[in-house]
């Protein structure tokens, strides 16, 4: 059935999405086209970061960061990488609780403050529930608050229309060069799409303050959110 799919005519957009641009949100459209590069960028920043067929992945999103969070979800499919998924929010700590218990978690992927914030409710050791994942991306709050306890914490961040993804080794996050240009400005960081995508993006703000340097094909961000 899965296969007979594959016939049939896909829409002519992969998908809308909404990110907040200062006060405001900003709705986009998605095309097949980006959305493959996307995955293909995010496959080679998880292989790059050590992830192999086999391996074990919590994936903590929520629905509506589909945008940001389903070509990683394709890649790690594609890599052959098994992943179990939990939401972002407190109540549903005890299902990341379960499975950083009873599975061999190689890596967390989007952990949240509210996750590490539940985890210490629930009476967790943090430090120890976490030391026997090879890698974690972390979305800000959490990567503050695990600072102390882990220094290899890398980024999981939404930055504005693109996403910033860690890789070992780099300080701060890392935005696919190929895709997106990054600037400093007084604001604070903007960014601009490159390559054609369905929507154009011109300096939209990221919702980072700080500094952009090229590294091959990744322009490495490192800063603190707008407050």
């Given at each position: ?46 292989h790059r970061s050590g992830l192999r067929s086999g391996d074990m992945v919590l994936v903590t999103v929520t629905n509506w960061e589909s945008p940001w969070a389903s070509p ?33 978690i190689k890596a967390v992927i989007g952990l949240s403050g509210q996750t590490l914030t539940g985890l210490s409710d629930a009476g967790a050791k943090t430090a120890e529930l ?98």
């Amino acid at each position: 059935m899965i296969d007979a799919t594959a016939d049939l005519d896909r829409p002519p957009l992969y998908g809308l999405a909404s990110c907040l641009v200062g006060s405001q949100h900003l709705d986009f459209e998605i095309g097949w086209p980006e959305f493959e590069r996307d995955t293909a960028w995010a496959q080679s920043v998880l292989h790059r970061s050590g992830l192999r067929s086999g391996d074990m992945v919590l994936v903590t999103v929520t629905n509506w960061e589909s945008p940001w969070a389903s070509p990683i979800v394709h890649a790690l499919r594609n890599l052959g990488i098994t992943y179990v998924t939990a939401e972002v929010f407190g109540w549903d700590v005890r299902r990341v609780l379960m499975f950083l218990q009873r599975f061999p978690i190689k890596a967390v992927i989007g952990l949240s403050g509210q996750t590490l914030t539940g985890l210490s409710d629930a009476g967790a050791k943090t430090a120890e529930l976490l030391s026997h994942t090879e890698l974690i991306w972390a979305r800000p709050k959490a990567a503050a608050a695990l600072a102390e306890i882990r220094r290899d914490v890398l980024p999981y961040a939404r930055f504005g229309p693109a996403l910033a993804l860690g890789l070992p080794g780099v300080r701060g996050g890392a935005v696919n060069a190929k895709e997106w240009d990054v600037t400093s400005t007084e604001a604070g960081l903007v960014v601009s799409n490159i390559a054609e995508r369905a929507t154009t993006f011109r300096e939209i703000a990221s919702g980072f303050r700080g500094t952009v340097t090229a590294v091959g094909d990744e322009l490495a961000v490192y800063g603190d959110p707008v407050s």
